[in-house]
């Protein structure tokens, strides 16, 4: 699911986050931690039995936590990095 929304972020005008029109790898990281979370919430956590299928043994119900699921996201490079590829 969160690949899935990367590649949309990279080419959805809502990811550009800073309006600059152009969309970092940054901003559509986080796009895809935005969406990918709110699909997990609305497509899957309604059907109770995948809660625990989902979790990591030592977690408990992830329906139960706000930011489940969220990548681990840090930003090393601290720049926009641009994936200016051309067609």
Do not use: C, K, N
Request: proline share 7%; hydrophobic share 40%; charged share 30%.
């Amino acid at each position: 699911v969160f690949t899935h929304y990367l590649l949309e972020g990279l080419e959805d005008a809502r990811a550009d986050l800073d309006g600059d029109g152009r969309i970092s790898v940054q901003e559509a990281v986080m796009y895809a931690d935005v969406m990918q979370r709110a699909y997990i919430r609305e497509r899957i956590f309604p059907v109770e039995s995948l809660h625990r299928h989902f979790a990591a043994p030592w977690e408990d119900d992830p329906a139960e936590d706000p930011d489940y699921p969220s990548a681990w996201i840090r930003d090393w490079i601290g720049e926009p990095v641009f994936l200016d590829v051309e067609q």
